[in-house]
């Protein structure tokens, strides 16, 4: 049974497991977290976040994700935000990964106690997001950009959201395309 727990202020929250869980293993199914945004929940696209008071826009920016490009799905009340999946918190290397089907797995073995965490870059693609990461890991990007994703691509592969996986392969293709257009440059040169 995972565990939302006070982090820091009374306000800023983290989902920990007091059990250890193995590589691999489901721990948040989309189709169970997608249930509880179905109320109070809504899409808009980067351009109508844009509008919104400043106070609106950090309301919404504190439990919103990207669906696609130019779709960030996100509330208001935070009220809403029910599932624990809400209060993973960010790290730049996080012990939780997607799977190829939109579904939260353990990228390690987890052990008991620990804090569990994700790479926001995995799922942001519409804004960059304010704050500073202090994760303190040896690979801390210290801040999360909406193109990080082109880059972790070469770290995590197809785990991400499904909505990526075209834009994966696109860029995967073209890295393939480039190295195999050296070749026969390499070949002449002999
Ligand atoms: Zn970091």
Redesign the pocket.
Known sequence: MLEKRCIGRSDEFGVFSPESISEDNLVFSFDDWIQDEMDGWFTISPEELKKFSREDRLKFLRYCYDRDFGVIIGTLDWDRAKHLSNFIN????PNLIYDYNDNIIAARPILPGEELTLDYGNFIVNTDQDFK?????S????HISKHDWKKLAYVYGYHFPTFLHPNLGELFNSEKSMAVGRIPAISAAC
């Open positions: 960010h790290s730049c290397e990461c202090s994760c303190g890991k690979s801390c990007r210290g």
